[in-house]
């Protein structure tokens, strides 16, 4: 008998139409014999689109129109065997959508409410990986009331660390309102940037070198396994969100150009983590590699990545020998079997 499965996408975050592009990318490649695939837009409003909403935000990019503001959907989902919450960054994927699906008792692809919250979370990420013995470069925590209140003490971590560093907000993705600062000058407006979109924001010290920005895919439950390593190049400053999103701006490179001992390190380091923060399904590990020093860092944890079919993630699995449709597949049977 086919499963029936929910498919969620767009959301409310700003990766609402990387969301969109990667749910038509799963709708076309979960076998049709095998399941019976329901999607769900969900505008940037939050409000769930009925069928012809849904159908014509999935063809055009765009979800407009009415729809419903609370989850009766979901609260009434008897009818489906899972949810694919394909959804990326602030109320999609830290933990309250999962919080949402474990209420009403229906299994999901992607690691429940701590995993998912704590992963999304750049504050408590570090935490937790420091109290695994995870290298992480050096950051400090500031609050939105300090710098209004207090400012001269965030200026003061700002200058333990050194410039350049760059500014972060806590909960956000996609690089949104990240600001790389080279001179104390620019720090006012790079933290008032981060301050206008988050009250918590990361001050994060640069690499001795400039370093290459190497990823590996997790997939499973509690014995999972860890992708080929891929790299990925480009000219601008930093991974920003055009950077991410501006055809071309980017190469992949998969496996990625290191010594076999790294990358068998970095996929070892990958594993701790995505244990350490209780992922499950699926994650995309990102690093920082000084090739000059044999340093590596963990950046983030990413535990809904971009999933069209040529996403980091999926092309990193391809190189591992699982192609889209079987990857998509697998993470179905794993939210079955997890839930």
Known sequence: MKKRILLLAGGQSGEHEVSLMSARSVLAALPRDQFDVTPVVISKQGRWLPPTGTQRALETGEAAGG????????????????????????MGEDGTIQGLLTLAGIPFVGSGVLGSAVSMDKVMT????????????????????????????????AAELGFPLFVKPANL????????????????????????????????????????????????????????????SFDSEF???????????????????????MSERVREMALHAFRALDCAGLA????FYVEETGELFL???????????????????????????????RLVTLALEER
Request: charged share 25%; net charge negative; hydrophobic share 40%.
């Open 173 to 232: 993705g996609s690089s949104v309102g990240i600001s790389k600062v080279s001179h104390a000058r620019d720090l006012q407006a790079a933290l008032d940037l981060a301050f206008s979109l988050d009250r918590r924001v990361i001050l994060e010290a640069m690499t001795s070198h400039k370093p290459r920005e190497v990823e590996v895919g997790i997939l499973g439950n509690d014995a999972p396994m860890a992708s080929p390593v891929g790299e990925l």
């Open 239 to 261: 991974y920003d969100y055009e950077t991410k999103y501006t055809e071309g701006r980017a190469q992949m490179h998969i496996p990625a150009r290191m010594p076999r001992e």
């Open 67 to 90: 729809g419903d503001l609370v989850l009766h959907r979901v609260a009434s989902a008897e009818g489906y065997d899972a949810v694919f919450p394909l959804l990326h960054g602030p």
């Open 284 to 287: 995309r590990v990102d690093f």
């Open 126 to 157: 570090k935490q937790v990986l420091a109290s695994a013995g995870i290298a992480q470069v050096e950051w400090r925590l500031a609050l939105r009331r300090e710098w209004r209140d207090h400012p001269e003490g965030v200026t003061a971590r």
């Open 299 to 329: 950046n983030e944890v990413n535990t809904m990545p971009g999933f069209t079919t040529t996403s980091m993630y999926p092309k990193l699995f391809e190189a591992a020998g699982i192609g889209y449709s079987e990857l998509v597949t």
